[in-house]
């Protein structure tokens, strides 16, 4: 679960919603997908905004999908395969963006 203006993905027990742990972010986030075992979440900021790849671990962002300025990133969600789906904010728009191919050693 994304907290937006805290910065904050919460991972959530869904038995008894407790909160399991806290990955903090330097972006608001905007939203947050599980595909294939890789935690992305969308974050946007004035007029920048982008998709992330997170470690798990350690909160680190380790792939960003750069939107063009004033390309709003409002919600996240995966189609579980190459597509992330994601709201354009005020634009009334739903984008469709494609995921980078995982490299597997």
């Given amino acids: 679960m994304g907290a937006y203006r805290d910065r904050k993905i ?5 038995a008894t919603g407790a909160v ?10 905007t939203g947050v997908t ?3 075992g890789e935690l992305w979440h969308g974050t946007w900021e004035g007029d920048e ?12 962002a380790l792939e960003r999908l750069q939107m063009p300025p004033g390309v709003g990133v409002s919600g996240l969600e995966s189609d579980g395969a190459d597509l992330f ?3 354009g904010g005020g634009s009334g728009k739903v984008r469709a963006v494609r995921r980078p191919k995982a490299v597997r050693s």
């Fill in 10 to 14: 919460h991972q959530i027990n869904p």
């Fill in 20 to 29: 399991v742990r806290t990955i903090e972010s330097n972006r608001f986030v």
């Fill in 34 to 36: 599980w595909v294939d």
């Fill in 49 to 60: 905004s982008d998709i992330r790849r997170i470690d798990t671990q350690t909160g680190a």
């Fill in 85 to 87: 789906y994601c709201g």
